[in-house]
């Protein structure tokens, strides 16, 4: 069963895994295609980067891609994850992350972790 899906013109487009998701949302590139992870159209990238915009950034910390014991990369983001640092933006998806990363309030002291004197809990903007 597929854990992640985009509807495009009716048409369901499927990811079994987040490592699928992850080389299917990816620009393309020769050695992805040469690899089989590429997305087979540009219309299946872009149902990707949807799916992938609704992915919890939580889910990256308990699903590694790379199992632990093998991989350096994997290791020290596990061992250097910094949990306080983390929690306000713990409940947000991926393209709620982007949005905050863009938001004028998202200053030099938010990214370095300084909580402001009044701060809010960052929700996307409503679209009225």
């Not at 992640?4 to 020769?30: C, G, M, N, W």
């Not at 093998?70 to 949005?99: K, M, N, Q, Y």
Request: aromatic share 8%; hydrophobic share 45%; proline share 7%.
């Amino acid at each position: 069963m597929p854990r992640f899906s985009h509807t495009i013109d009716s048409h369901v487009y499927q990811f079994a895994s987040l490592k699928e998701l992850l080389a299917k949302a990816t620009p393309l590139r020769s050695g992805d295609v040469l690899a089989g992870v590429a997305a087979a159209s540009a219309r299946e990238r872009v149902a990707a980067q949807l799916a992938l915009a609704e992915v919890p950034l939580s889910l990256f910390l308990n699903e590694a891609l790379l199992p632990y014991e093998d991989d350096e990369v994997t290791r020290l983001i596990i061992d250097s994850h910094a949990r306080v640092a983390f929690a306000p933006i713990s409940h947000l998806c991926v393209g709620d992350f982007r949005d905050w990363l863009l938001d004028d309030a998202t200053d030099t002291a938010v990214l370095a972790g300084v909580p402001p004197a009044s701060r809010r809990k960052w929700r996307r903007p409503s679209p009225n």
